[in-house]
Every structure is written in C-alpha cells, then in structure tokens.
C-alpha cells in the first residue's frame, strides 16, 4: 500500500551553535520554552503519573527519575542494564490503570539483549519480553500504550538488516503485546508480538487523536522517515530507505536527509506531530488532519538547545522535549540536559 509522501528540505535558518542557550524566540515564531529540568545525563524516555508527575529515564545511568514541580528524585536504578553505543534504560511507559496496579514498563539492554520489564516502583522488575536483538547501535526503545490499552514496543535490527524481514526476530518491529507480554487479540500473526516489520531503527511512536499510529524511523545515509503504523505492513527495510516504487512496502508519509533529522522521539500535541531531530538539532512540527493526513513541517529551535530526543505531551498541556547532548555525540552546554517545556505555538 503506497501512502502519500513528502521530501522536506531545510527552509530554516541557523540561529545558534547547538546546545547553546535558547534566544527570546525561534524565528518561525515559537517562543522559547521553559526549562524544567537541567543537569541531566541522557533522558531517554518521559511517563507521566495520574498526580501529573512525570518518570523519565536516564540512558547511561539506568537510573529511573521523578520530575515533581521541577525538583528532580532518583527513584530507583534498573538493575542488569548495560550501557554502551546507543543502548542502556530507554523506552518507560506507565499502565493505563496505574492507580490500581501501581505498574511501570521500562526497555532497556541487557548483557545479551534488549529487554522489557514491569514493576512497581521501588521493587525488582520483572522481564516480560527478553530476546530482542541488541548492538551498539539501533536498539529502538520507545514503550506507549496505545488507545487499544496495548503495550506497543520500537526495536531496531540490531545492526543486522536482514533482522528487520524475518518474522522469526524482534529486531526491526515494532511490537504489541498484553500487559504480561505475550501478544495482544487481535495481532496480525499467529502467537506473534510483531505488529508490523521492515524497520530499521524506529525510536517514536505515537497516536493522533483518531487513533491512527506514526512512528518516526531513522534511516541509513539517505532518508529519515515519517511512517503511519498498520498491522501487518512492512515498511521495506532493507530492501527499501525511504520512498520506492516496490508495491510490498508501505511508503512512508514523509522523508527527511538524515542530516536534517535523525528522529527520535516523537508526540502528537495539539492538531501536530513534534518529532525530535538528533543529527538536525531541531524539533519538527507536522500539522496532521482530520484523515491522517500530514501538511508542510516546520523546523522549531534549529541549532538552539542542540541534539533532541524524548518528546512527550503532559498534563499540563504542554509538550515537554528532552535533550541528548551528553550521549557521546553531542557537545553539552553546561545546563545539559535538560527538559524542556513548551506550548508548541
């Protein structure tokens, strides 16, 4: 199934050196969002409690943390993760129905592989997926419920493509699963996690508000990817990056150079997708329609608070944005990282 398509190109100007401190506006007209945390070491993932606290991890440390009325708490440190590359505590999710099961989802690499865990703060986790291929570089881990009140999982090949089309691995999926792990009714094979394949690294995933599912993906030396998410598809990796003609794959809905992205995570916040750029040192704001439909993106804070990557819209009604430049890639500011709060406007 082809789906409609867009190459952005870069129609922004440069307005700092990354990881500088923000200036009074972004020249499309966003104002420069609060910070809410500063001094961080990687925040991968952001959760938010029904208190309206957020838990968000921290990569490199295993460390889960909480963000209360802008006071940072360690609450605990995952055991068995293993830092290294692109892996350690990533993806953390929050049940649906934590104010009666108290649980907490994190993903994150272990020694021999990626894994999935549940738990109650404060006590042991509980692996609930393990075998899902890991490597110094694309592990994927972004962990959401999605409005089914299914636990949805991004994984990236492991740095073996040929993961991504072999139905027989977790590597290049993206998975849905029950609470406990085994696969969710409804799961387009048999006794399968797998949802959908043919991915190289997706580190985003998010619903609109009719439901529909995108995932941002990064890609190889050419094309990022903006994709819409349907059961059963395979979205062409490695046999594909980015737009093609082969009518097994689904198309993606939008397309950046990997220079201008590198996304990661991603939220749907207020009629828009904002989607994280690593390598583009940005956040992109893509209207979505009534039908799915994507418009024209926006490049927000280009060159301003430097690599991006967790993206979460909160409570408050804002959208919160974590930087990644104490990953090894970046150059830190000396308030890196940090979170930070925005109207999106």
Request: aromatic share 8%.
């Amino acid at each position: 199934m082809k789906l409609r398509y867009l190459t952005v190109l870069a129609t922004v100007a440069v307005v700092g050196a990354g990881g500088a401190a923000a200036a009074a506006a972004d020249p499309t007209g966003q104002a420069a969002p609060t910070v809410v945390a500063s001094q961080l070491n990687v925040p991968w993932g952001i959760a938010f409690l029904p208190d309206g606290s957020a838990l968000f991890t921290e990569r490199n440390t295993a460390k889960v943390r909480s963000l209360r009325g802008g006071t940072v708490t360690d609450v605990q440190t995952i055991p068995g993760v293993a830092p290294a590359g692109e892996g350690g505590l990533m993806g953390i999710a929050v049940s649906p129905k934590y104010a009666e099961d108290k649980t907490v989802f994190v993903y994150y690499t272990a020694s021999g592989d990626n894994r999935i865990a549940k738990f109650t703060l404060g006590q042991q986790p509980q692996p609930i997926v393990t075998g899902i291929p890991k490597s110094s570089i694309h592990n994927g881990g972004r962990l959401a419920f999605g409005p089914d009140g299914h636990l949805y999982a991004s994984t990236g090949d492991g740095g073996n493509r040929n993961n991504a089309q072999n139905l027989g691995s977790l590597g290049g999926k993206i998975l849905r699963m029950n609470p406990d792990g085994t696969p969710a009714p409804g799961n387009p094979f048999p006794n399968s996690v797998v949802y959908t394949y043919g991915h190289r690294n997706v580190e985003g995933i998010t619903w609109d508000q009719g439901g529909r599912m995108f995932a941002s993906e990064l890609g190889n030396n050419a094309w990022d990817e903006l994709n819409s998410i349907q059961s059963g598809k395979n979205y062409g990796w490695p046999i594909c990056e980015g737009t093609c003609s082969d009518t097994r794959f689904v198309n993606p809905l939008l397309t950046w150079s990997t220079s201008q992205a590198s996304p990661s995570g991603i939220a749907y916040y207020q009629g828009h997708l904002y989607m994280a750029a690593l390598a583009g040192k940005r956040l992109w704001k893509i209207p979505v329609d009534a039908n799915g439909g994507v418009g024209q993106p926006a490049a927000l804070w280009q060159n301003t608070y430097g690599r991006l990557r967790a993206v979460a819209a909160a409570p408050d009604g804002t959208v919160w944005v974590g930087t990644s430049n104490r990953d090894g890639r970046g150059t830190p500011a000396a308030t890196d990282d940090r979170i930070l709060s925005s109207t999106g406007t």
